[in-house]
């Protein structure tokens, strides 16, 4: 499945862009191209890659993220709004429930054709839309609730300054989740996944949205993320504590949750 776009980058430094490496910056150009390239079929793709899977996913991560009445919620590389549209439908339910104030659901995505996408599609009353940086979020220090970014952590060109960006911005007992691509656990699961995302995605992207090479770079980008474990340190290394991974699928992908506290 395809995934949302997310940064700029420091200078002089080098970042991975599928099996290459490339300057920091350079990634951040060719990021945005792929994406520029695949935002208007990014949720039938999402579909066809993943058997449908990827909104299971999503629901199980939404539900892990818990929104609730009131709070401000930021959904970074947050694409056509998939995430987002989950946090407002839950909050409300809550809101009905029990009471309080609208949540407040920032989708925010450095690829403004992917915003635009999202717009076309629709959103929900408690969802707000802006173009920005992952590596540099334009809100103040403790000012959000909750924090999610959902197949987006690995495009972008500085993962460490991303994750200290999202401690910077939540409050104290903030809520950070990643659901991302990981590492399936079982060896049969692997050899399996390897052969379809890469003989069969970039095929499907080369027939559907007339793109093999951005769908080939999306594959090539989840072999060259961490592990589960890997990833889980950059977290506590960013400052978060109490950090778990909930496997999705075997491994194929994973939920990261941490709190700032």
């Not at 430094?13 to 490496?21: A, H, I, L, V, Y």
């Not at 959103?123 to 103040?140: F, I, K, N, R, Y």
């Not at 401690?167 to 007992?173: E, F, M, S």
């Amino acid at each position: 499945m395809t995934d949302a776009p997310a940064s700029d980058a420091p200078a002089g430094k080098t970042s991975s862009f599928g099996f290459r490496d490339v300057d920091a910056k350079e990634k951040v150009q060719l990021v945005r191209g792929v994406f520029d390239s695949v935002a208007s079929n990014y949720d039938r793709m999402n579909d066809l890659m993943s058997g449908g899977v990827h909104r299971l996913w999503k629901d199980a991560a939404a539900a892990k993220l818990n929104p609730r009445p009131g709070e401000t919620i930021l959904d970074v590389a947050g694409g056509t709004g998939d995430m987002a549209r989950r946090y407002a439908k839950m909050a409300r339910g809550a809101q009905q429930r029990r009471g309080g104030d609208d949540a407040s659901i920032i989708v925010l995505d450095y690829n403004a054709e992917m915003i635009m996408a999202g717009v076309h599609k629709g959103g929900e009353p408690e969802m707000s839309w802006t173009v920005g940086d992952a590596m540099a979020l334009p809100m103040p220090d403790a000012s959000v609730d909750a924090y999610s970014i959902s197949f987006g952590i690995r495009n972008v060109a500085d993962i460490p300054q991303a994750l200290r960006e999202a401690r910077r911005v939540l409050k104290p007992g903030g809520r950070f989740l990643c659901l991302e691509f990981s590492r399936p656990t079982a060896s049969a699961i692997r050899k399996a996944y390897d052969a379809w995302s890469f003989h069969a995605i970039p095929r499907i992207g080369g027939w559907v949205a007339g793109d093999r090479d951005s769908y080939q770079y999306l594959v090539e980008s989840i072999r060259r993320f961490p592990d589960q474990s890997t990833f889980r340190a950059m977290i506590e290394d960013a400052g978060f504590s109490r950090v778990t991974v909930t496997n999705l699928s075997g491994g194929v992908a994973a939920i990261h949750h941490g709190w700032a506290i």
